[in-house]
């Protein structure tokens, strides 16, 4: 019997280069990882033919969740109705237990109809009887007679016959003292004032487009969100969601502005007949606006 003596050195080598090989083919992605990424970037550049044939070709390497979820939704995108219900189908019976099945039953529901082929029924085209036209006849003109003249009669005057009336003597009375009683005052705005009322006016225009704004990017967030749950899932994009938070800090932004500014320019316009020279300001914080007054009232 023969016996084999075993370099500890020789050992340690081997067991490092195992490790060492073992990390790096650990770190490095898979077939599938590779194909499931190529189909999200073709996903996100609305290719639905190619991104549906990489989704697959990940599938058939590993079977899981966000593969064959992200083939129902390519073939939804893309407007075939009859794949995308079975997929959807086949992926509530392979993973009965994800957290999305509720939204998979909603898009389901929605498809069904396409799917078994139901057209809507076409609108009955109304017939509009034609307006018969009303025969107008033509108005006489008035004959109008001409008004003659009047000529007054003219007026002679008496003649005035002079009487001479004997004046009475004049005597010393005191006469008192007027009164001066100052004009009574009138509500009218000082050229300052005047000033006031149009920068009021002007504050009030300003904010109003600010608030029309803010709405449209309200609306915008609101768009922006309703997106984002509709593509939600595995095929969530983050840009959605940033465009979403700017045009929603744009909509506070400019509804908190504009909302300040009419409510200055009203101040302003209805102060300023009897105001002095006075300061608005609108400070942008937080969420909104605040508005800052100085001036006299």
Same mark, same amino acid.
């Given at each position: 019997?023969?016996?084999?003596?075993?370099?500890?050195?020789?050992?340690?080598?081997?067991?490092?280069?195992?490790?060492?090989?073992?990390?790096?083919?650990?770190?490095?992605?898979?077939?599938?990882?590779?194909?499931?990424?190529?189909?999200? @970037?073709?996903?996100?550049?609305?290719?639905?033919?190619?991104?549906?044939?990489?989704?697959?070709?990940?599938?058939?390497?590993?079977?899981?969740?966000?593969?064959? /979820?992200?083939?129902?939704?390519?073939?939804?995108? +893309?407007?075939?109705?009859?794949?995308?219900?079975?997929?959807?189908?086949?992926?509530?019976?392979? /993973? =009965?237990?994800?957290?999305?099945?509720?939204?998979?039953?909603?898009?389901?529901?929605?498809?069904?109809?396409?799917?078994?082929?139901?057209?809507?029924?076409?609108?009955?085209?109304? +017939?509009?009887?034609?307006? +018969?036209?009303?025969?107008?006849?033509?108005? +006489?003109?008035?004959?109008?007679? =001409?008004?003659?003249?009047?000529?007054?009669?003219?007026? @002679?005057?008496?003649?005035?016959?002079?009487?001479?009336?004997?004046?009475?003597?004049?005597?010393?009375?005191?006469?008192?003292?007027?009164?001066?009683?100052?004009?009574?005052?009138?509500?009218?705005?000082?050229?300052?004032?005047?000033?006031?009322?149009?920068?009021?006016?002007?504050?009030?225009?300003?904010?109003?487009?600010?608030?029309?704004?803010?709405?449209?990017?309200?609306?915008?967030?609101?768009?922006?969100?309703?997106?984002?749950?509709?593509?939600?899932? /595995?095929?969530?994009? =983050?840009?959605?969601?940033?465009?979403?938070?700017?045009?929603?800090?744009?909509?506070?932004?400019?509804?908190?502005?504009?909302?300040?500014?009419?409510?200055?320019?009203?101040?302003?316009?209805?102060?300023?007949?009897?105001?002095?020279?006075?300061?608005?300001?609108?400070?942008?914080?937080?969420?909104?606006?605040?508005?800052?007054?100085?001036?006299?009232?």
């Amino acid at each position: 019997m023969t016996t084999h003596r075993c370099d500890p050195r020789r050992v340690i080598a081997v067991v490092m280069a195992l490790l060492l090989g073992g990390h790096v083919a650990w770190g490095q992605p898979g077939p599938a990882d590779v194909a499931y990424e190529e189909g999200r @970037r073709l996903y996100d550049l609305r290719e639905w033919d190619p991104a549906i044939v990489k989704f697959k070709e990940a599938y058939r390497i590993r079977p899981d969740a966000k593969s064959l /979820f992200n083939i129902a939704q390519a073939f939804r995108l +893309k407007g075939d109705c009859v794949e995308a219900t079975n997929f959807y189908r086949t992926y509530k019976r392979n /993973f =009965p237990k994800e957290k999305n099945l509720e939204k998979v039953d909603k898009f389901i529901t929605e498809l069904e109809p396409c799917a078994r082929g139901v057209k809507p029924d076409p609108v009955k085209p109304v +017939k509009v009887e034609p307006v +018969k036209p009303v025969k107008l006849e033509p108005v +006489k003109p008035a004959k109008l007679e =001409p008004v003659k003249p009047v000529r007054p009669d003219p007026v @002679r005057p008496d003649p005035v016959q002079p009487v001479w009336v004997q004046p009475d003597p004049v005597q010393p009375n005191p006469m008192p003292a007027p009164v001066f009683q100052p004009p009574p005052q009138i509500d009218r705005p000082t050229p300052i004032g005047q000033a006031q009322r149009r920068a009021g006016i002007t504050i009030a225009i300003v904010g109003s487009v600010a608030f029309i704004g803010g709405v449209y990017f309200g609306l915008e967030a609101r768009s922006y969100a309703q997106q984002a749950e509709e593509e939600g899932g /595995f095929a969530w994009d =983050p840009s959605v969601e940033q465009a979403g938070q700017a045009a929603d800090s744009k909509a506070k932004l400019l509804l908190g502005l504009g909302g300040a500014a009419i409510l200055g320019g009203a101040i302003v316009y209805k102060v300023a007949p009897k105001a002095g020279p006075a300061q608005l300001g609108v400070v942008p914080h937080g969420d909104g606006a605040m508005l800052v007054w100085s001036g006299k009232l």
